[in-house]
């Protein structure tokens, strides 16, 4: 069974420039999500994609957009990045959806905002 | 606005005793919490959780407690392992949402 991976691991960009994250789910999960985890803080909810459709968005401007593939891999974009987007971005699957079974989170990228 | 709060930032214990860490929330529609573990460098990894139609739920070494009228919950760690050190993340849903609301994170450390 292949664990959530996500890539690259790290990565350097300068404000106003766009970036594209990645993430392959585990092995038979159709759902994945996206968190940000700011220096300190707990992950914040960016958005989850259940079967290719957006299927709900926290607090985070239109700035920060996603996509599901049919094979369930999944893209975060962020564009006109900000200093405040420096954060961890954690993928996390589970299948169908819900949330009654626990989240499986990748690794996450490094992301730093000069 | 903060719904799931854990008010200690670290906690440091002796390898052999009871941890204990503390979560509070303020959104009475959570009703499924669970506790997360995180090691430098991994993702997060789910360790417990517990419906609210129950006030325990116990797996090994690892307990949770659930007292709904206080909107508090609990991580008993026993006995503490060096392994246990890490940072805890509580999270909670409510029924029907996509997503998790975590708490800040707890640092523990176990001390030989």
């Known amino acids: 069974e292949t664990g959530v991976t996500q890539s690259p691991t790290h990565l350097i960009k300068t404000r106003g420039q766009q970036v594209t994250l990645r993430c392959s789910s585990q092995s038979g999960h159709n759902t994945v999500s996206w968190y940000q985890q700011a220096l300190g803080q707990g992950p914040q909810f960016i958005f989850q994609y259940y079967r290719e459709e957006e299927n709900g968005r926290g607090n985070f401007p239109p700035r920060f957009s996603g996509l599901q593939f049919p094979n369930y891999s999944s893209e975060l974009n962020v564009n006109a990045l900000e200093l405040d987007d420096s954060a961890l971005y954690l993928c996390?699957?589970?299948?169908?959806?819900?949330?009654?079974?626990?989240?499986?989170f990748g690794n996450g990228t490094r992301l730093t905002v000069t | 606005d903060q719904q799931v709060k854990q008010n200690s930032p670290s906690l440091s214990v002796q390898e052999g005793r009871i941890s204990i860490l503390n979560c509070d929330y303020t959104n009475s529609m959570f009703d499924y919490f669970l506790w997360y573990k995180k090691y430098p460098a991994e993702g997060p990894t789910f360790l417990i959780s517990i419906s609210s139609i129950k006030d325990k739920n116990e797996d090994g070494r690892f307990t949770v407690f659930l007292n709904k009228s206080a909107k508090h919950l609990s991580l008993h760690i026993v006995p503490s392992q060096p392994g246990d050190s890490a940072v805890y993340f509580c999270a909670a849903s409510a029924w029907g949402a996509q997503k998790l609301v975590f708490g800040q994170g707890t640092r523990l450390t176990i001390n030989p």
């Open positions: 996390a699957s589970s299948l169908d959806g819900g949330l009654r079974s626990p989240l499986h």
